[in-house]
């Protein structure tokens, strides 16, 4: 027989508030205890990026932004030369506060140096366009998504300037919905670095232990956002390689989009 509370409703019994307690607890999301995250830009909602292989035509990009004066031969040593000059350098905890530009690898590249400035500026245009990748529309509702919920914020390694990754997320609708965007071409810094996590942090004015972050590399994102006080969640991209040196992750997902689950 039911309770009644005087009406002719019948009242919610003991056990039924206990069970809508527990359901409410079940669908709680892992991105519900925290009022903002920040994410990781390539591998995390940016794909494609980084096509500096053999096999890449840097001839063909030189030539469609324009150029003509080298061949291309001449145009893949250069930049693979820079690229792989970079991507030593970045690995060399000397650099993480002090990465030079693009632009700088060209200026001092003994290959490039003797170049004129507008042969070295399509350069680093070929450059920035094999590194940048695209922003799926799948991945971009994602964000949306979170942004119904969550303050946002990106905290991105990049080596060429930021304007063709603004111009990717004008192209998706995603620019405004970030309350903070660092991108370490613009700064000079690289993940796992402190830097770049405290200004993110700073600039959310929250604790720390109120924001997530999110990303694909253990030891530049998990390691580094941790040592902040951040709580993390990995994107694994099925690789299931994980780097006992770095502090684990509290969260553990294939695909951005898993966040939301």
């Known amino acids: 027989m039911n309770e009644y509370n005087g009406g002719n409703l019948p009242a919610v019994t003991r056990n039924e508030k206990q069970n809508q307690a527990v359901d409410k607890m079940r669908r709680a ?30 001839g063909a990009t030189y030539r469609r932004l324009g150029g003509g004066s080298l061949g291309d031969g001449e145009v893949g040593r250069i930049i693979l030369s820079v690229f792989r000059k970079m991507l030593s350098e970045c690995r060399d905890p000397v650099h993480y506060e002090c990465f030079p530009s693009v632009s700088s690898y060209l200026e001092s590249s003994p290959e490039t140096k003797a170049l004129s400035k507008t042969e070295r500026v399509l350069l680093e245009q070929v450059f920035a366009a094999h590194e940048i990748g695209v922003v799926p529309e799948s991945h971009a509702d994602a964000i949306r998504r979170l942004r ?43 993940k796992p670095s402190p830097k770049p996590f405290l200004k993110a942090i700073d600039a959310l004015g929250l604790p720390p232990s109120r924001i997530l972050f999110v990303g694909d590399s253990l030891r530049r994102d998990i390691a580094g956002a941790k040592a902040e006080g951040l709580s993390t969640a990995w994107i694994d991209g099925g690789t299931g390689n994980v780097d006992g040196a770095a502090d684990s992750p509290d969260l553990v997902i294939q695909d951005l989009r898993d966040l939301l689950s």
Not at 37 to 44: H, I, P, Q, R, S
Not at 150 to 163: N, Q, Y
């Open 29 to 58: 999301r892992f991105i519900d205890g925290f009022e903002a995250v920040l994410l990781d830009m390539g591998n995390t909602f940016m794909f494609n990026v980084d096509r500096f292989s053999e096999t890449d035509d840097f």
């Open 148 to 190: 119904e919920t969550h303050r946002l914020g990106v905290v991105s390694d990049i080596w060429s300037a930021s304007d063709l990754y603004r111009k990717e997320f004008d192209r998706v609708g995603i620019w405004n919905l970030f309350d903070v965007i660092l991108f370490s071409s613009d700064h000079g810094v690289l």
